[in-house]
């Protein structure tokens, strides 16, 4: 319940407040919405596990897009960073899928 | 319960036992999660609800909250800028952009060369102009005098002619104004009259008509131009003014000055028909 009102909240106040973005900080906003997402989604499947637990959420939020933070900052270091910000986005890609599977199945049971 | 009664009955001093209830939850209920998928895993035992638990939960969901709003405000934000931005389009989308952009540059220069073209040409022209007024004010004193609508004065000669028997007649009149004319007279007036190059002289009974005006003895010309040439113009021999004296029996005399003024003046023209040519 907190979540969704949050996110409604959030959406609403990116849609309504519209800010420039640092342009050190443009590279990076994709990955880490990706991996909050990543979080999220988590944690949606973990709600309906029964496992939810507002601790693990959080720390799960923050080591997402730090760690995918990292890696993108990483790659434009090495001059990799489109490459490895791709690579970041797969394996987020995929567990989303996972993670949005599990809800299917866990939903329709089946 | 057929068998606890039974068993009563059988062994009336046993206490009853009644099996004990199943412990954890009910399957097959209208709570069931078993999907196949996930473990399923028992609802964690309540919490005992104190004041200051409940005081970290409503902290972890305002967490939970925040966070979530934050990814939400990153998502739009995310969305606000891609929209405005290079940075997601593919390498065809941007070789087209780049190419329209150096068409439309092409364009804005073919226009600024235009238009600075157009202006150097007003401005040139304007100069032109400025030029032209010039010139047209310079022009506009000569043709004034050369028109008659100005007064004039210079060198020239002063004829006058006095006829003391004949009258006469316009073409010796004539003749006089074309010999001055011909001597190189720029401004040339008879009494009252601006002689213009469209003047006429005519007979009538009443005397010489100059330009509609009568003109009576003494004949005053006022010449301007080089006196020598003006004397001579009359007073050559076998010339206009040796014809008058023999032929009209009149007294000519030149009289040369170095300030002829002619205060005669002929008004503007209004010309009906001919118009300039631009």
């Known amino acids: 319940m907190a979540a969704i009102l949050g996110l409604i909240v959030g959406v609403i106040a990116g849609i309504f407040l519209q800010p420039d973005i640092p342009v050190a900080l443009q590279p990076y906003l994709p990955i880490m919405v990706v991996a909050a997402l990543d979080a999220l989604l988590g944690a949606a499947r973990s709600y309906f596990e029964r496992s939810f637990s507002d601790r693990v959420f959080v720390i799960s939020f923050f080591s997402n897009v730090i760690t995918a933070t990292l890696l993108v900052f990483l790659g434009n270091q090495l001059g990799v960073g489109s490459q490895?910000?791709?690579a970041v986005i797969v394996v987020l890609g995929i567990r989303i899928f996972s993670n949005v599977s599990s809800l299917r199945r866990f939903i329709f049971k089946g | 319960m057929p068998w606890i009664k039974k068993l009563h009955t059988d062994a009336g001093d046993e206490p009853v036992r009644i099996p004990p209830k199943a412990k954890g939850r009910i399957h097959?209920?209208?709570?069931?999660?078993?999907?196949?998928?996930f473990p399923v895993v028992r609802r964690k035992p309540?919490?005992?609800l104190d004041a200051r638990f409940s005081r970290v939960k409503v902290l972890t969901s305002l967490l939970v909250a925040f966070l979530t709003a934050l990814l939400g405000f990153g998502y739009m934000v995310?969305?606000?800028n891609t929209k405005s931005s290079y940075e997601g389009l593919s390498e065809e989308?941007?070789?087209r952009l780049l190419d329209e952009t150096s068409t439309q540059v092409d364009k804005l220069e073919e226009r600024k060369s235009q238009l600075s073209q157009?202006?150097?040409s007003i401005k040139s022209s304007a100069d032109k102009q400025q030029e032209a007024a010039r010139i047209a004010q310079q022009n506009e004193q000569s043709s004034g005098i050369l028109a008659g609508h100005l007064p004039a004065k210079g060198k020239g000669v002063t004829i006058t002619i006095?006829?003391?028997?004949?009258?006469i007649d316009a073409a010796t009149m004539f003749t006089v104004i074309e010999e001055l004319r011909n001597a190189g007279a720029e401004v040339i007036a008879c009494n009252d009259v601006r002689?213009?190059?469209s003047t006429y002289v005519k007979d009538t009974k009443q005397g010489i008509d100059l330009d509609g005006s009568k003109l009576h003895s003494p004949y005053e010309f006022n010449a301007i131009g080089d006196p020598d040439a003006l004397q001579n113009a009359v007073q050559i021999a076998g010339g206009v003014g040796s014809r008058i004296k023999v032929q009209f029996h009149a007294s000519v005399s030149v009289q040369q000055s170095n300030s002829v003024k002619i205060d005669q003046i002929r008004l503007p023209q209004h010309y009906q028909y001919a118009q300039t040519v631009e």
């Open chain 1, 84 to 86: 490895l910000s791709t």
């Open chain 2, 93 to 95: 989308e941007l070789v």
């Open chain 2, 46 to 48: 309540g919490h005992v």
């Open chain 2, 195 to 197: 002689v213009v190059t």
């Open chain 2, 78 to 80: 995310q969305v606000n």
């Open chain 2, 162 to 167: 006095d006829e003391s028997g004949d009258r």
């Open chain 2, 118 to 120: 157009q202006l150097s």
């Open chain 2, 28 to 37: 097959g209920g209208g709570d069931d999660t078993t999907t196949g998928s």
